[in-house]
């Protein structure tokens, strides 16, 4: 697809798995949920990749290695290499590599999936600002990480040491709830320091290519629980995505997307890849899709209609991002969504 305003989900004669050679999946919020499967996620994948369909599994979350995060997935019962694995440690290495001479010193700051993305760089990682390091790298290191380790970035940055960040995700979904990201820890730094890092993860272009240069995908399908990170890499990176709601992006969310956060499908689960998709048609001044049309009035979002909640929501999107156009749609859509009961 080209970058351009969408005002409406697009539609799919054929199966998503089908459609598209590779799936470049997130995981938290998509496959699994504090270290838990989300429903209907080892059958769609099994069955989707059973077609033929090349799986890769795209995480912001640089703490834990591919081999660690590919043995968790196997687990689970979905059957994963560590080469299908590409995460924004692994991004954040190549674009510090790319920089700094070879065999350099890395403070790192976060947890071992960014020193094994690093030592495969040929870079070394180091603990102090005083190990003389080249730069500074900071992804998520779990709960458990240290105030102190936030210190020690700030003393290297003072020292005009350049600054990378994995990703800056304010959020984490978890089996509790949304916890605190790698990017609430970066404005921690940035805060104290005020300096601005070099980002890698999504929806940046770094974290883009690593994807396509480690998996060879042709017709990706980007598919995503963030309007913020999925689905706006897929559009910085001008390939289609697929946003499902099972993780932190929530009906209001959706309409009130602008157009580099409007994903081209959307579904409830993960089943989305095994089923085309509904066409959303132009309708008595508004929009159909299934048994429900949406349209503008003069203050809100009218939907009229019953059958799939979905379908319901597909058409109230084609009406909000109509009304927005290059912009957010500042239309209450609260009792449209109370009806189909998102």
Same mark, same amino acid.
């Given at each position: ?12 004669g054929?199966?998503?798995?089908e459609a598209?050679?590779?799936?470049l ?22 069955t ?5 369909m ?9 703490l834990r290695?591919?081999?660690?995060v ?5 687990e689970?019962?979905?059957p ?6 590409i995460t924004?440690?692994?991004?954040v ?10 065999g350099?010193r890395?403070?790192v ?5 960014l020193?094994v ?16 390091p080249v730069?500074?790298v ?10 102190s380790?936030?210190?020690e970035a ?5 020292? @005009?040491?350049?600054w990378?960040?994995?990703?800056t ?6 089996a509790r709830?949304?916890?605190p990201?790698?990017?609430a820890?970066v404005?921690v730094?940035?805060?104290a ?5 070099q980002?890698?993860?999504?929806p ?8 396509i240069?480690r998996t060879?995908a042709?017709?990706?399908l ?7 990170t ?6 910085n990176?001008?390939?289609d995505s697929l946003?499902?709601l ?12 602008p ?6 499908y959307?579904?409830?689960d ?5 089923t085309?998709?509904?066409e959303v048609m ?9 048994g ?7 203050v @809100? ?6 059958g799939?909640?979905?379908d319901g929501l597909?058409a109230?999107?084609?009406a909000a ?22």
């Open positions: 697809m080209s970058q351009r305003v969408r005002t409406r989900p697009e539609g799919s054929r199966a998503l798995s598209y050679d590779t799936a999946l997130d995981l938290d919020g998509v496959v699994y949920a504090g270290g838990n499967a989300i429903a209907y996620a080892v059958e769609s994948l099994a989707a990749r059973g077609g033929g090349h799986l890769a599994y795209v995480t912001n979350n640089a290695t591919p081999d660690a590919a043995e968790h997935l196997t689970l019962g979905i994963t290499g560590a080469s299908d694995v924004s440690a692994q991004a290495a190549r674009l510090i590599a790319e920089q700094v001479p070879a350099g890395v403070l700051i976060g947890g071992e999936g020193r993305a690093l030592r495969e760089r040929g870079l070394e990682p180091v603990e102090s600002a005083d190990d003389d730069a500074v900071q992804g998520y290191g779990g709960p458990d990480l240290r105030w380790r936030f210190a700030g003393y290297a940055i003072a020292r @005009g040491v350049p990378y960040a994995s990703n995700d304010l959020t984490i979904p978890g709830g949304i916890a990201g790698n990017g820890a404005e730094v940035r805060i320091t005020g300096a601005e890092p980002v890698a993860g999504k940046l272009p770094p974290m883009h290519r690593e994807t240069l060879g042709e017709r990706p980007v598919v995503g629980d963030r309007l913020d999925d689905i706006e890499g897929a559009f990176g001008e390939v946003l499902v099972t993780g932190v992006t929530d009906g209001p969310q959706l309409l009130a997307a157009p580099q956060h409007r994903p081209t959307v579904d409830a993960l089943r989305g890849l095994l085309g998709q509904p132009e309708a008595d001044g508004g929009f159909r899709c299934g429900w049309t949406a349209k503008a009035g003069a @809100g979002l009218e939907l009229d209609g019953e799939e909640a979905l597909r109230l999107c084609a991002w109509t009304a927005a156009g290059d912009g957010v749609c500042e239309l209450d859509g609260g009792k449209a969504l109370a009806r189909l009961g998102l």
